[in-house]
Nanobody, 124 residues
Framework: QVQLVESGGGLVQAGGSLRLSCAASRRTLSSYVMAWFRQAPGKEREFVAGINMSGGSPSYTTSVKGRFTISRDNAKNTVYLEMNSLRPEDTAVYSC?????????????????WGQGTQVTVSS
């Protein structure tokens, strides 16, 4: 099973930017569809963005379109989430996840491997 470790979270003011990274070990990342999810206090975990194995077909939840960009570098076994124009409502624990298959799917139950998460806090 692939192991995932996120980094890059932190505290940022509204309008600022952060870049999250998700590094994989034990298995090559190129075999997986990858996604970022987030969970705010008192809310369910929600899909943020996903990308297929070759780096194409990025998919985003509506609230982050035009502000967030997901990308991957299979040679470095790493997936990224570039977050710009951050808002207080983006505050959450962000986790990366991996699934087999070819389709990017928003349902978290399709993903079998998860990182421990990284906290993103956006102050107003």
């Amino acid at each position: 099973q692939v192991q995932l470790v996120e980094s890059g979270g932190g505290l940022v003011q509204a309008g600022g930017s952060l870049r999250l990274s998700c590094a994989a070990s034990r298995r090559t990342l190129s075999s997986y569809v990858m996604a970022w999810f987030r969970q705010a206090p008192g809310k369910e975990r929600e899909f943020v963005a996903g990308i297929n194995m070759s780096g194409g077909s990025p998919s985003y939840t509506t609230s982050v379109k035009g502000r967030f960009t997901i990308s991957r570098d299979n040679a470095k076994n790493t997936v990224y989430l570039e977050m710009n124009s951050l808002r207080p409502e983006d505050t959450a624990v962000y986790s990366c996840a991996a699934k087999y298959g070819e389709l990017v799917l928003p349902d978290r139950y399709n993903y079998g491997a998860w990182g421990q998460g990284t906290q993103v806090t956006v102050s107003s």
